[in-house]
Protein backbone atom coordinates (compact mmCIF):
# COMPACT_ATOMS: atom_id res chain seq x y z
CA UNK A 1 0.00 0.00 0.00
CA UNK A 2 2.99 2.38 0.45
CA UNK A 3 3.93 2.35 -3.26
CA UNK A 4 1.32 4.81 -3.52
CA UNK A 5 3.85 7.37 -2.59
CA UNK A 6 6.03 6.74 -5.94
CA UNK A 7 2.81 7.01 -8.14
CA UNK A 8 2.72 10.69 -7.50
CA UNK A 9 5.18 13.72 -7.28
CA UNK A 10 3.82 15.22 -4.48
CA UNK A 11 3.78 12.25 -2.20
CA UNK A 12 7.75 11.24 -3.59
CA UNK A 13 8.72 14.84 -2.47
CA UNK A 14 6.47 14.52 1.06
CA UNK A 15 8.52 11.00 1.60
CA UNK A 16 11.60 11.78 0.66
CA UNK A 17 11.77 15.36 2.66
CA UNK A 18 10.33 13.52 5.58
CA UNK A 19 12.74 10.83 5.40
CA UNK A 20 15.54 13.47 5.95
CA UNK A 21 13.46 15.39 8.21
CA UNK A 22 13.72 12.21 10.36
CA UNK A 23 17.30 11.75 9.91
CA UNK A 24 18.50 15.79 10.76
CA UNK A 25 16.14 16.24 13.87
CA UNK A 26 17.08 13.45 15.99
CA UNK A 27 20.73 14.15 15.44
CA UNK A 28 20.11 17.44 16.13
CA UNK A 29 17.51 16.46 19.07
CA UNK A 30 20.55 14.40 20.33
CA UNK A 31 22.80 17.42 21.12
CA UNK A 32 19.94 19.34 22.52
CA UNK A 33 18.38 16.75 25.44
CA UNK A 34 22.17 16.30 26.21
CA UNK A 35 22.39 20.05 26.77
CA UNK A 36 19.50 19.73 28.41
CA UNK A 37 18.26 22.60 25.64
CA UNK A 38 15.21 20.78 24.97
CA UNK A 39 12.57 23.72 25.03
CA UNK A 40 14.49 25.43 22.94
CA UNK A 41 13.06 23.49 19.84
CA UNK A 42 9.62 24.92 21.42
CA UNK A 43 10.76 28.51 21.66
CA UNK A 44 11.92 28.42 17.90
CA UNK A 45 9.07 27.10 16.74
CA UNK A 46 6.62 29.20 17.71
CA UNK A 47 9.31 32.47 16.16
CA UNK A 48 8.50 30.62 13.59
CA UNK A 49 4.79 30.60 13.68
CA UNK A 50 5.40 34.14 13.68
CA UNK A 51 7.02 34.55 10.76
CA UNK A 52 4.30 32.11 9.08
CA UNK A 53 2.01 34.89 9.83
CA UNK A 54 3.80 37.95 9.33
CA UNK A 55 4.28 36.55 5.47
CA UNK A 56 0.96 35.73 5.01
CA UNK A 57 -0.43 39.05 6.59
CA UNK A 58 2.10 41.29 3.97
CA UNK A 59 0.82 38.27 1.52
CA UNK A 60 -2.89 39.65 2.13
CA UNK A 61 -2.01 43.45 2.31
CA UNK A 62 0.98 44.55 -0.25
CA UNK A 63 1.00 42.66 -3.79
CA UNK A 64 4.94 42.15 -3.56
CA UNK A 65 4.63 39.86 -0.76
CA UNK A 66 1.79 37.90 -2.30
CA UNK A 67 3.71 35.59 -4.13
CA UNK A 68 6.66 34.83 -1.05
CA UNK A 69 6.80 31.49 0.21
CA UNK A 70 6.05 31.99 4.06
CA UNK A 71 8.72 29.22 4.93
CA UNK A 72 11.53 31.36 4.02
CA UNK A 73 10.09 34.22 6.29
CA UNK A 74 9.69 31.43 9.02
CA UNK A 75 13.57 30.38 8.89
CA UNK A 76 14.13 34.15 8.79
CA UNK A 77 12.07 34.45 12.09
CA UNK A 78 13.51 31.22 13.61
CA UNK A 79 17.33 32.17 12.81
CA UNK A 80 16.85 35.58 14.50
CA UNK A 81 14.93 34.05 17.40
CA UNK A 82 18.21 31.47 18.35
CA UNK A 83 20.40 34.62 17.87
CA UNK A 84 17.97 37.12 20.03
CA UNK A 85 18.32 33.56 23.01
CA UNK A 86 21.92 33.26 22.92
CA UNK A 87 22.12 37.37 23.22
CA UNK A 88 19.77 36.45 26.16
CA UNK A 89 22.01 33.81 27.81
CA UNK A 90 24.79 36.49 27.82
CA UNK A 91 22.27 39.03 29.42
CA UNK A 92 21.40 36.73 32.38
CA UNK A 93 24.24 35.26 32.66
CA UNK A 94 23.35 33.53 35.83
CA UNK A 95 19.85 32.45 34.92
CA UNK A 96 20.77 31.22 31.44
CA UNK A 97 17.52 29.30 31.04
CA UNK A 98 15.50 32.87 31.38
CA UNK A 99 16.34 33.01 27.61
CA UNK A 100 13.97 30.04 26.38
CA UNK A 101 10.67 31.03 27.80
CA UNK A 102 11.25 34.79 27.25
CA UNK A 103 11.36 33.89 23.41
CA UNK A 104 8.43 31.20 23.68
CA UNK A 105 5.97 34.49 25.50
CA UNK A 106 7.33 36.69 22.85
CA UNK A 107 7.03 34.20 19.90
CA UNK A 108 3.42 33.06 20.88
CA UNK A 109 2.21 36.52 21.38
CA UNK A 110 3.34 38.28 18.92
CA UNK A 111 2.47 34.96 16.38
CA UNK A 112 -1.12 35.39 17.72
CA UNK A 113 -1.46 39.35 16.74
CA UNK A 114 -0.50 38.90 13.28
CA UNK A 115 -2.56 35.84 13.41
CA UNK A 116 -5.74 38.09 14.21
CA UNK A 117 -4.39 40.85 11.83
CA UNK A 118 -4.72 38.22 9.13
CA UNK A 119 -8.23 37.91 9.87
CA UNK A 120 -7.14 34.62 11.65
CA UNK A 121 -6.78 30.49 10.57
CA UNK A 122 -6.88 29.62 7.21
CA UNK A 123 -6.26 26.13 5.27
CA UNK A 124 -2.43 27.26 4.74
CA UNK A 125 -1.92 28.22 8.23
CA UNK A 126 -3.30 24.74 9.34
CA UNK A 127 -1.10 23.19 7.29
CA UNK A 128 2.07 25.10 8.50
CA UNK A 129 0.94 24.57 12.06
CA UNK A 130 0.21 20.37 11.81
CA UNK A 131 1.39 19.73 8.34
CA UNK A 132 0.43 18.46 5.58
CA UNK A 133 0.83 15.66 3.33
CA UNK A 134 0.64 17.75 -0.18
CA UNK A 135 2.36 20.57 0.90
CA UNK A 136 6.08 19.63 -0.36
CA UNK A 137 6.78 20.80 -4.04
CA UNK A 138 9.94 20.35 -6.20
CA UNK A 139 11.16 23.41 -5.08
CA UNK A 140 10.83 22.89 -1.59
CA UNK A 141 12.64 19.54 -1.60
CA UNK A 142 15.02 21.07 -3.77
CA UNK A 143 15.60 23.53 -0.65
CA UNK A 144 15.77 20.56 2.13
CA UNK A 145 18.35 18.57 0.02
CA UNK A 146 20.51 21.59 0.10
CA UNK A 147 20.01 22.25 4.13
CA UNK A 148 20.52 18.13 4.53
CA UNK A 149 23.54 18.18 3.03
CA UNK A 150 24.51 21.56 4.58
CA UNK A 151 23.48 20.55 7.88
CA UNK A 152 24.73 17.34 8.06
CA UNK A 153 28.34 18.28 6.82
CA UNK A 154 28.70 20.97 9.61
CA UNK A 155 27.62 18.43 12.34
CA UNK A 156 30.06 15.88 11.25
CA UNK A 157 32.67 18.39 10.89
CA UNK A 158 32.22 19.78 14.09
CA UNK A 159 31.69 16.79 16.10
CA UNK A 160 34.16 16.42 18.54
CA UNK A 161 33.38 20.12 19.58
CA UNK A 162 29.91 19.86 20.39
CA UNK A 163 30.54 16.46 21.85
CA UNK A 164 33.14 18.04 24.71
CA UNK A 165 30.95 21.05 25.06
CA UNK A 166 27.68 18.50 25.75
CA UNK A 167 29.45 16.83 28.63
CA UNK A 168 32.25 19.06 30.05
CA UNK A 169 32.05 22.56 29.09
CA UNK A 170 34.20 24.17 31.14
CA UNK A 171 36.63 22.05 30.07
CA UNK A 172 36.21 22.47 26.77
CA UNK A 173 36.88 26.05 26.86
CA UNK A 174 39.85 26.00 28.81
CA UNK A 175 41.09 23.44 25.48
CA UNK A 176 40.37 26.58 23.36
CA UNK A 177 37.26 25.25 21.83
CA UNK A 178 34.93 28.89 20.94
CA UNK A 179 31.75 27.70 22.78
CA UNK A 180 29.43 30.79 21.85
CA UNK A 181 30.50 30.20 18.24
CA UNK A 182 29.64 26.82 18.14
CA UNK A 183 26.83 27.12 20.20
CA UNK A 184 25.20 30.23 18.11
CA UNK A 185 25.89 27.80 14.94
CA UNK A 186 24.44 24.92 16.38
CA UNK A 187 21.18 27.09 17.19
CA UNK A 188 21.24 28.05 13.87
CA UNK A 189 21.35 24.80 12.64
CA UNK A 190 18.49 23.61 15.06
CA UNK A 191 16.51 27.31 13.50
CA UNK A 192 17.17 25.88 10.07
CA UNK A 193 15.67 22.16 10.58
CA UNK A 194 12.74 23.93 12.38
CA UNK A 195 12.18 26.16 9.00
CA UNK A 196 12.55 23.08 6.74
CA UNK A 197 10.27 20.58 9.12
CA UNK A 198 6.87 22.81 9.63
CA UNK A 199 5.51 21.55 6.52
CA UNK A 200 5.79 17.98 6.99
CA UNK A 201 5.48 17.72 11.02
CA UNK A 202 3.99 21.60 11.42
CA UNK A 203 5.46 24.39 13.60
CA UNK A 204 3.61 23.10 16.78
CA UNK A 205 4.40 20.09 16.65
CA UNK A 206 8.59 19.87 15.32
CA UNK A 207 10.10 19.74 18.18
CA UNK A 208 8.71 16.56 19.47
CA UNK A 209 10.29 15.01 16.51
CA UNK A 210 13.58 16.61 18.28
CA UNK A 211 12.95 14.97 21.66
CA UNK A 212 10.66 11.95 21.40
CA UNK A 213 12.75 9.52 18.98
CA UNK A 214 15.67 10.92 21.29
CA UNK A 215 13.52 9.75 24.24
CA UNK A 216 12.86 6.28 22.89
CA UNK A 217 17.09 6.09 22.14
CA UNK A 218 18.22 6.75 25.49
CA UNK A 219 16.30 3.67 26.60
CA UNK A 220 18.19 1.87 24.38
CA UNK A 221 21.52 3.03 23.68
CA UNK A 222 24.52 2.19 25.29
CA UNK A 223 26.70 5.03 24.54
CA UNK A 224 26.50 8.44 22.82
CA UNK A 225 26.89 7.11 19.41
CA UNK A 226 24.21 4.78 19.93
CA UNK A 227 22.15 7.32 20.84
CA UNK A 228 22.34 8.98 17.06
CA UNK A 229 21.66 5.41 15.39
CA UNK A 230 18.42 5.23 17.81
CA UNK A 231 17.09 7.94 17.95
CA UNK A 232 17.43 8.48 13.62
CA UNK A 233 16.12 4.32 13.05
CA UNK A 234 13.21 6.06 15.64
CA UNK A 235 12.82 8.96 13.63
CA UNK A 236 12.59 7.32 9.89
CA UNK A 237 10.13 4.64 11.78
CA UNK A 238 7.30 7.51 12.90
CA UNK A 239 7.47 9.34 9.68
CA UNK A 240 6.79 6.37 7.50
CA UNK A 241 3.98 5.11 9.96
CA UNK A 242 3.15 9.01 10.24
CA UNK A 243 2.41 9.69 6.83
CA UNK A 244 1.57 6.39 5.63
CA UNK A 245 -1.38 6.96 8.01
CA UNK A 246 -2.05 10.40 7.39
CA UNK A 247 -2.24 9.82 3.87
CA UNK A 248 -5.14 6.91 4.17
CA UNK A 249 -6.84 7.98 7.25
CA UNK A 250 -6.96 11.81 5.67
CA UNK A 251 -5.11 13.51 8.87
CA UNK A 252 -2.70 15.95 9.23
CA UNK A 253 0.90 14.11 9.47
CA UNK A 254 2.00 16.10 12.41
CA UNK A 255 -0.48 14.45 14.77
CA UNK A 256 0.21 10.89 13.16
CA UNK A 257 4.19 11.22 13.04
CA UNK A 258 3.50 12.35 17.00
CA UNK A 259 1.15 9.72 18.06
CA UNK A 260 3.81 6.77 16.04
CA UNK A 261 6.81 8.49 18.36
CA UNK A 262 4.64 8.32 21.24
CA UNK A 263 3.75 4.65 20.84
CA UNK A 264 7.13 3.77 19.90
CA UNK A 265 8.42 5.11 23.34
CA UNK A 266 5.73 3.92 25.01
CA UNK A 267 7.22 0.56 23.77
CA UNK A 268 10.38 1.45 24.36
CA UNK A 269 10.26 1.85 27.79
CA UNK A 270 7.78 -1.25 28.15
CA UNK A 271 10.13 -3.42 26.93
CA UNK A 272 13.32 -2.25 28.18
CA UNK A 273 11.91 -2.42 31.59
CA UNK A 274 10.92 -5.72 31.50
CA UNK A 275 13.77 -6.97 29.89
CA UNK A 276 15.86 -5.13 33.04
CA UNK A 277 13.50 -7.19 35.94
Given at each position: ??????????????????????????????????????????????????????????????????????????????????L?????????R??????I??????????????????????????????????A?????????????I??????????????????D????????????????L?????A?????S??????????A???LP????????????????????????????????????????????????????????????????
Amino acid sequence: MIEVFFQFDFLRYSLYTGLMIGFLAPILGVFLVVRRLSLMADALSHITLTGIAFSLLLGRHITMFAGLNPVYMGMAFSITGSLLIERLRHVYRYYKELAIPIILSAGIGVGVVFISLADGFNNDLFNYLFGSVVAISQSDFQVVVTLTIVVTALLFLFYKELFFLSFDEEQAVISGIPKRSLHVLFMVLVALVIGISMQIVGILLVSALMTLPVASAMKWAKGFKQMFLYAVIFGEVSIVIGLFSAFHLDLAPGGTIVMANVFLLIGSIALTRKRSL
